[in-house]
């Protein structure tokens, strides 16, 4: 009888003998880190930009939700205000007991009258001239900063009830700090006053500063001057008088009803009145409202970023993995069970992802400081809140975890699947497919072999391809997206200057202290100083244009047949315009109409010397002009009898004499009587100017990043393959090939993947500028009508980095080629 | 055609390891000579120096009227443009070009536009099988795939290593049938093995061990012819 030998019993040291393993496996896993450092250094800068650049970029809506509701609930901004129609004002008190005697009045917890007038203020310094168009506000100040809309301190003292009447102002904080001006000093306003201003202050209304007349912001070039309601009053010729007036309502208040209730009760007064929400006021939405849909912009790149990084660092981790497919194979017919195969190049992926995830810290802070130095300059808040997000760089960074062992376990899964020997063999047997080559067999591609090549490598591994392309095809999408929003912003001024500009660029726009008659002496003295060679009188009035969405509109009624400028026109004619409107292209659009139609308009009728009140009015669409300024409108002076105005002006267009500048301009008007600012046409696009370069700071600095991924990731692709590849570059060096020629051919092979990903990535990358410009901006910038516009820059960097980069990736490796092992690499080892 | 004199190859830095020690060798145009040796005899690393893959740490080689002991990075390729080809033991051809675009790159890297590769697939047996993906040969129809290569290069010294190492007796036979009739054509065909049955059809063996030549003449027990040969 046959003994069948006993099974052995467990060890007793089982578990000292899995340690044992496991260290090994983890000794072995370190070992291959440091056999490919380079790449695995590169692989995980590639997880860390990805989740790095997510996590940075998405953190500012959240820095922003917080920071704006901690700087609204401490400066306690108005709910809803109520701004009288131009020139219009009441008595004192007027407007407080309007809304106390309304229905609801239990449902206002506090109000605020004001009065608020345009001035041109003159804080010119020793070395610096600045003459800049400004705002009066003035308040009760008898407890110091407002009870609503309050003050904060930035610089300088504040005022107090003792400042009642004085001379004695705030400048705004941003004014004070985009033109580097000391806390206090003395500043001129219209009509040659004189004030000492003690301090710098934010507001809500000026977080972020759009003035009535101006398109945007103009944080430097706007300047409010807060004061105490007497000092207001006198500085202004109101004395007595408000002109505006805040709210703010208790919680379980319907808001709506009081302003409709307020709304009546002033009119009742005799005058017009405008009601604004708290969150139609140009800085709450742009600061506040508006949150969501900026970050959606960043939210939609910070995504592809991270998309594009994924499938890179995938596609780089698998074929890191698969050049183990031998030693998996061995380990099969050693009899490891997979779970245990698994373990060495998971434990690398692990430690790639590790390093990953750390590297994704660095660049997530060195993003967000980037985004939040940005963002600190552009907005002046009172409070900042910028914490790291960790919660979003979290989940994303679990991802970036997750890519990693998911790729390593990929290849490992695909090899365990075939028989052991299967994976062991070397030789004829170990051939793989051809993939997709042996479909362009019968294809004869125009040179010899060493042309054929490189595409019949690529179609060899199509998936390998694929993923790689796809992966740089993501990073130059989002490249594409991010130049081209620059573009498109950047384009949308140039039209709007241009426009502006026309056949008089130095043309100077001279708002008047009032509506007045254009054949008053305060006109006459404007057209006959020394600096100005001619003017053109405008009334310049706010509407609201009804349609398939409202828009509120600035028209400037003026002489079409003027000499010195007009608005130049994309659709129908000046001399057939009539009484009509002319309006821009995308606020026709936005209103659903097109020239010859008619249109609903609530605009101003004069109702007095100094008092206008809204009507609704059908009035036809006579053309339409190339600004992209949504709100910019024309009509011809013939029009002004609609609104009881003929002859009468606010705003003077005035040309700078010969020999004089517009500083000229400014400096002898500043001095006239009647004179609220003075101003060129163009300032207003200069600002945007100015604002679009920090914007673009932005931009490119997040496009450094990109460029970095995807050099990265090039370098990778050209490293692993240059790796897959050794044999048959060694056999082609046997063959007497040169080093340059095999390198030509890497070259070509990656020029396809380049074009291929910038084909693709460009895309891509227009779709996504087309949701930028028509979906995101028209929903986040509604005053700006952007259209898809890409330079011929931003197509150059697209072609070199996309092709030029990536097909140039492979010259890194030309000293490994030329150093490397012919007769090891050949394996004719004995 | 191939002339070494005292050549010796050393590995490491540290105690250095003794691949050749003062060989030479002499091999004529239209020899068919095996280089027979056990492993680590230093016989690839001989084929190696032959064909400019590595250099000597002394002595010199002098191949086709070319000194390699002696010449540049750049003659080098040019060299092993001009002068040798190499078959490999495991075939090295590439996979992403066919049958006959792996003939043609031989004729491409040397400059050559005169070579029908279909028809030096034809004189090797695989007149058939010219628009076949490496992976969808045999092991046998690869390797004279990459015989027909180094044909298409025209270089008068073939240098085999291992050729029939991956094949089975049949398919090798066939191989060294191939290789032979080089040899008769005129071409210098050195092949390494350290299967001594191969070494009974050559018209020299060169015996190495250790790094050093042990014998060097015609077989022991004469020429056989192919049919003979049995492993």
Redesign the interface.
Known sequence: MVRRPRARPPSKNCTGDVMKNTFLLLRWSWRDLRKYWVKVIAIALVIGIGTGAYAGLTSTANWRRDSNVASMELLNMYDVRFELATDSSVEEGALLAAAAGIEHADWIEEGLERVIRPTQVDASTATDAVLVPGQIVGVDISTGSPAINGWHLAGGVGLDSADAGAPVVLLEHGFVFHNDLPPSGVITVSGGEQLEYVGNAMTPEFFIVVPENTTSFAQGTYAGVFSSMETAQSLTGMDGAVNDLILTVTEDADRDVVATEVKAAISDLGVGVNVIPREDDPSYRLLFEDVENDQEFFNIFALLIFLGAVMGAFNLITRLSEAQRREIGISMALGLPPGRIALRPLFVGAQIALLGVGFGVLVGVAIGNLMKSVMESLLLLPIWLTDFQWSLFFWVAVVGFVIPFAAAAYPVWRAVRVKPIEAIRTGHLAARGGGLAPAIKRLRLPGDTFGQLPFRNLLRAPRRAVLTALGIAAIMAVLVGFLGAIDSFLGALDRGTSMIEGSAPDRMVVSLEGVLPVDSPHVAAIGNADSVDGTVPVLQIGARAQGEEDVDLLVEVMDLENEMWRPALTDGDIATVGDGLILAEVAASDLGVGVGDTLRVTMPVRTGPSSFSFVESDLTVGALHESPIRFSAYMDDSALALMGAEGAANVLYANPAAGYGPDDVQRELFSLDAVGSVQKASASADELDDLMAQFVGILQAVAFFVLLLAVLMAFNSASISFEERQREHATMFAYGVRVRKALRMAVVENLVIGVVATVVGFGGGLLMLWWVVNVTAAETMPDIGLMVELSPMTLATVIVLGIAAVALAPLFTARRMRRMDLPGTLRVME | MIELRNISKQFGDGVPIVALADVDLSVDAGEFVVVLGP???????L??MI?A??SPTSGSIVVDGTDVSQAGRKEL??????SV??I?????I?????AA??V???A???GRDDVDPAAILQSVGLGERV?Q???????GE??RVAIARALA?GNPVMLA?EPTG?LDFITGVQILELLQKQAAEGQAVLVVT?NREISRIADRVVELSSGRIISDGPPAEGKAALEELHW
């Open positions: 492993s680590g005899s230093g016989k690839t690393t084929l190696n064909g893959l590595d390729f040019e060299f092993r443009r001009s080809s190499f490999f033991q495991s075939f090295n590439f996979p992403g070009l066919t675009e792996n043609q790159f031989g491409d890297a040397t628009d993906f490496p992976h969808e040969l045999s092991g690869q390797q290069t290593d991956e350290h």
